[in-house]
């Protein structure tokens, strides 16, 4: 996806939010910082702002006018959460309307954000507005977190922490720090020896050692993809869904000698896996192949595998607080397609899962119905599977399970089941 050619920061960004309205993600969207930042900040409180909108709009300005309508909100976003003198933001939202050639907007701009300049932002109207999520998703999470839910969706508000995983096979975490500059502080994570935040979060460019190999962006709760494996020397493992690459690098670096055969749905995505590994100075796959999962896997190079990782699509709920564009794209019909896709990869996964082996599953989901469900459903259909109980700091015991929610500074919301053969 290229970027918008537009030569204003506001414009760029309202074409942008306009967009993922429309269904469009910005998975692959080439943002300038400034440009992200104002998208971002106005798809994660958009319920909120469309809420002050319309209540200062004499009228709802018309869905054919779309753009207008999402360069206010940016303009709303702006002064009421980034620091950006209120004249400023109201001369450069119209200067936006006339740089889009929207001119008969730049009187209504000019007069709404005037007006939200004198006022405080008002009371919220809508669950939405107040909770800052669609409401289905709010009343999913209600039901799912009791007691968790409003802290849940705080965090998915809140800025993300920027978490890397130190390569201990280019270097010691003690040495990495030591390359910091004085404007970089490093805090070690307490249970995971080679993760750590890095404050204030930078861009990869800026990161010591990165492209030497050095570490990688990685959030803690996806860190611990190594432990639940319970590596060994030399195992056999099938890694499913691999694309980009992240785990099969965490695999890699905490056992070297492990034999892994990588497949994904996309060849360019596998091509990721590969360079990747190249960047990180790892041992290159066993085996990679492209294909389809979901069915009946094609021929491999063992006949069975001692660990299987399944990173499924999901949902990426818990991952809001990146992806803010998610809570735009999502609706709650898609969840049972997601469960659809996540059960079909375990069932033709699991023939080849060596007998006394473990099948790990993970989703960068929040929702039981794409988690423990899933896996229980599962359980229920085979009498040969069972679920391995385990723990892990900072995760909630959902049954044998270990979900992560998402907490400021700290994990993502992430989830990890483990089933094991008996034959």
């Known amino acids: 996806m290229k970027r918008v050619s537009v030569l204003n920061t506001r414009a760029e960004a309202a074409t942008w939010v306009s967009r993922v309205r429309k269904g469009e993600s910005l998975a692959s969207a080439t943002l300038l910082p400034a440009v992200q930042a104002l998208t971002y900040d106005t798809l994660r409180y958009y319920d909120a702002l469309a809420d002050e909108a319309n209540q200062y709009l004499a009228r709802p300005i018309p869905s054919k006018q779309a753009i207008i309508f999402a360069l206010l909100l940016v303009g709303l976003c702006e002064l009421r959460y980034h620091d950006t003198p209120p004249y400023a933001v109201v001369s450069e939202v119209v200067n936006a309307a006339r740089a889009l050639k929207h001119t008969w907007a730049t009187g209504l701009l000019n007069a709404v954000l005037r007006k939200a300049v004198r006022q405080t932002q008002p009371t919220p109207t809508t669950p939405g507005a107040q909770w800052l999520h669609p409401v289905w998703f709010i009343t999913a999470i209600q039901q799912a977190y009791p007691t968790q839910w409003e802290a849940l969706l705080s965090a998915n508000n809140a800025p993300p922490p920027l978490t890397l995983r130190i390569n201990t096979t280019r270097c010691t975490q003690a040495e990495w720090i030591s390359q910091l500059p004085d404007s970089l502080q490093a805090i070690p994570h307490p249970d995971l020896p080679n993760a750590l935040r890095l404050i204030p979060p930078v861009p990869v460019t800026q990161i010591p050692g990165f492209f030497d190999g050095q570490c990688s962006v990685q959030d803690e709760a996806a860190q611990w993809v190594s432990y639940v494996c319970d590596l060994q020397p030399g195992l056999s493992v099938l890694d499913l869904c691999a694309a980009p690459g992240g785990k099969t690098a965490a695999l890699l670096e905490a056992e070297p000698t492990l034999q892994v055969t990588a497949m994904d749905i996309s060849a360019a995505r596998l091509q990721r896996v590969t360079e990747t590994l190249a960047r990180l100075h790892l041992p290159s796959l066993t085996a990679h192949c492209v294909c389809d999962a979901t069915h009946a896997l094609p021929s491999l190079t063992l006949p069975t595998f001692d660990r299987i990782l399944i990173d499924a699509p999901c949902s990426g709920t818990g991952v ?26 375990l069932e033709a996964a699991w023939p080849y899962l060596k007998p006394g082996g473990r099948l790990v599953y993970a989703t960068c989901s929040v929702l039981p119905a794409e988690n423990e469900v899933v896996l229980n459903d599962f359980l229920a259909a085979h009498a040969d599977v069972a679920a391995i ?16 929610l998402p907490i400021p500074e700290q994990s993502d919301g992430f989830f990890y089941g483990v089933l094991t053969a008996h034959r």
């Open 320 to 345: 809001i607080r990146r992806h803010p564009d998610i809570k735009h794209l999502r609706r709650a019909e898609d969840i049972p397609l997601f469960a659809k896709t996540q059960r079909a990869l």
């Open 389 to 404: 109980p385990f723990t892990l700091p900072g995760a909630i015991s959902r049954g044998p399970y270990a979900q992560f």
